[in-house]
C-alpha cells in the first residue's frame, strides 16, 4: 500500500489567492482526518470524516477554510482567501474505525506559505 | 484549551542515556495513549500506545507508563540512539478505535553521539 498520499508537497501562493490541499487515503480506511501543525499550536485537528461524511469541524479556524470528501478515496481541504496566518504544514490522516492499537496512519504533509 | 500538554518543548541527552519524554492531560474520559514520531518532511508515524487498564507497556527500547491518578504518561527511551531525533507527540482519545485523537504540542529530542 502507498499510503496516505497527500499532495502537493509544497504550496507557495499569495495573500487572497485560493488554495485547495488534497488527501488519498489508505484504501479501505473509512475515517479521515485533516490536522494542521504549527510551532504554537503543535497537531491541531481541522475536520475529520466517517465513511464520507463530516462528522466534526469544530477545529475548522474560519469559514475561509472548508474541507469535502465526495468519495472514499479523495479528499480535499481548501483555503479561500488564504491568509498569511494560515501558513503551516497540513497533514492528513486516515484509519480503520474498528478498534485497534495503531490510530492513524499520516501522510507527508503539505507545507503551505502564504506571503 | 489544550486537553494534552506536553511542557517540555524540547530535550537534549546523550547517546546511550535514558530519554523520558513527559505528557499531561486534562480530560478524564481519555482512556487511550498513543506516541507518535516525526521526522522532518514526514507524517508522525506510530511508535507506542497504553490502555488505561495498564500503567506499562513495553516495546524494545520504549517504554511508556501512564500513571492515571495523576492523569500523566511518560514515555522512555534507553539506550538513547541518534536517529531516536525527532518530535514526539502525544495522544489521547476516549477509545481505541483511532478515533478522534487529540495531540499535544511536541518534544523535539535530540540524541547527541
Known amino acids: 500500500d502507498a499510503g496516505v498520499i497527500q499532495s502537493p508537497r509544497h504550496e507557495v501562493t499569495e495573500m487572497g489567492q485560493e488554495v485547495t490541499l488534497r488527501c488519498k487515503p489508505i484504501?479501505?480506511?473509512?475515517?479521515l482526518f485533516w490536522y494542521r501543525q504549527t510551532m504554537m499550536r503543535g497537531l491541531e485537528l481541522l475536520i475529520y470524516f466517517n465513511n464520507n461524511v463530516p462528522i466534526d469541524d469544530s477545529g475548522m479556524p474560519e469559514d475561509r477554510f472548508s474541507a469535502k470528501m465526495p468519495n472514499a478515496s479523495f479528499s480535499t481541504l481548501k483555503i479561500q482567501p488564504s491568509e498569511p496566518r494560515d501558513s503551516a504544514v497540513y497533514f492528513c490522516?486516515?484509519?480503520?474505525?474498528?478498534?485497534?492499537?495503531?490510530?492513524?496512519?499520516f501522510g507527508s504533509g503539505t507545507r503551505l506559505t502564504v506571503v | 484549551d489544550q486537553q494534552v500538554k506536553q511542557n517540555s518543548p524540547s530535550l537534549s541527552v546523550q547517546e546511550g542515556r535514558i530519554s523520558i519524554l513527559n505528557c499531561d492531560y486534562t480530560n478524564s474520559m481519555f482512556d487511550y495513549f498513543l506516541w507518535y514520531k516525526k521526522y522532518p518532511a514526514e507524517g508522525p508515524t506510530f511508535l507506542i500506545s497504553?490502555?488505561?487498564?495498564?500503567d506499562k507497556n513495553e516495546d524494545g527500547r520504549f517504554t511508556v507508563f501512564l500513571n492515571k491518578s495523576a492523569k500523566h504518561l511518560s514515555l522512555h527511551i534507553v539506550p538513547s540512539q541518534p536517529g531516536d531525533s525527532a518530535v514526539y507527540f502525544c495522544?489521547?482519545?476516549?477509545?481505541?478505535?483511532?478515533?478522534?485523537?487529540?495531540f499535544g504540542g511536541g518534544t523535539r529530542l535530540m540524541v547527541k553521539p
Open positions: 484504501s479501505g480506511h473509512n475515517s
Open positions: 497504553i490502555s488505561s487498564i495498564k
Open positions: 490522516a486516515s484509519s480503520f474505525r474498528t478498534g485497534g492499537s495503531y490510530g492513524y496512519t
Open positions: 495522544a489521547a482519545s476516549v477509545d481505541n478505535a483511532g478515533n478522534m485523537l487529540t
